[in-house]
């Protein structure tokens, strides 16, 4: 088995000019691979819509977790509600980091991520993502080579030193229209944020609408130098 300890640069080849552009082809390898000890940490953004369907299609009970940092849009908690609706046999888990708002806000003071966007991502996405990942020898993520200069050189499978995992990233191909269109023509739910000038969409206090529309990430935490939130660095 393919895993962090095991990696040697040898990986197996997907073709990237069929109709998924190696995203299906890299998704059955992954689950019939590492079956059940693989999960999706999805976003619920529109390449993760994407990603949920071409998943169910290979692995119908497939476990999906989202990291619920108790700052998320009202609109994304409601795509995730329309996700469950369509995809029934699909286990999502909300997963909450250990610290509430309040006792955040009582340890490290008021709206940590005005003050510290860095520790704020910490303590409730890293390290709710690393227990996720404590244990499983695989992980799915939605990245593409288009969304920014930090993700152009990813690859379809991926040595993760962070998390000491095997980062599978089936979209590295795809691009902004590909996704759209894959969306439109399977009429699948979306976040209706996406509809109002967000691309990228992550915590509330830390997503505006894009700010230039070549740089689909460039809405993220505004004002303050930062482009990811440290789970793919």
């Given at each position: 088995m393919l895993?962090?300890?095991?990696?040697?640069?040898?990986?197996?080849?997907?073709?990237?000019?069929?109709?998924?552009?190696?995203?299906?082809?890299?998704?059955?390898?992954?689950?019939?691979?590492?079956?059940d000890d693989i999960v999706y940490a999805c976003s619920f953004g529109i390449?993760?819509?994407?990603?949920?369907?071409?998943?169910?299609?290979?692995?119908?009970?497939a476990e999906i977790v989202f990291l619920d940092?108790?700052?998320?849009?009202?609109?994304?908690?409601?795509?995730?509600?329309?996700?469950?609706?369509?995809?029934?046999?699909?286990?999502?888990?909300?997963?909450?980091?250990?610290?509430t708002l309040d006792e955040q806000a009582e340890q490290f003071g008021a709206e940590l991520w005005k003050q510290n966007p860095n520790?704020?991502?910490?303590?409730?996405?890293?390290?709710?993502l690393r227990e996720v990942l404590t244990g499983v020898t695989a992980w799915i993520s939605g990245l593409r080579r288009e969304q920014s200069p930090?993700?152009?050189?990813?690859?379809?499978?991926?040595?993760?030193?962070?998390?000491q995992s095997i980062k599978v990233?089936?979209?590295?191909?795809?691009?902004?229209?590909?996704?759209?269109?894959?969306?439109?023509?399977?009429?699948?739910?979306?976040?209706v944020l996406h509809d109002r000038g967000y691309p990228s969409i992550g915590c509330e206090p830390c997503t505006s609408p894009?700010?230039?529309?070549?740089?689909l990430r460039s809405g993220r935490w505004a004002g303050h130098g930062k482009t990811e939130c440290g789970l793919h660095l």
């Open positions: 895993t962090y300890h095991t990696w040697d640069g040898e990986k197996p080849s997907f073709p990237s000019d069929n109709d998924t552009k190696g995203a299906l082809d890299v998704l059955r390898w992954a689950y019939d691979h590492y079956e390449e993760g819509i994407v990603l949920i369907d071409l998943i169910a299609k290979v692995r119908p009970n940092t108790d700052l998320h849009f009202p609109e994304t908690y409601e795509t995730i509600e329309k996700v469950k609706q369509q995809y029934p046999s699909l286990r999502i888990v909300m997963k909450k980091p250990h610290l520790k704020c991502c910490e303590l409730r996405k890293i390290i709710p930090t993700r152009q050189h990813v690859q379809y499978l991926n040595k993760d030193d962070k998390f990233c089936p979209l590295i191909h795809w691009t902004w229209k590909d996704v759209w269109n894959y969306v439109y023509k399977h009429e699948l739910p979306y976040n894009a700010l230039d529309i070549n740089d």
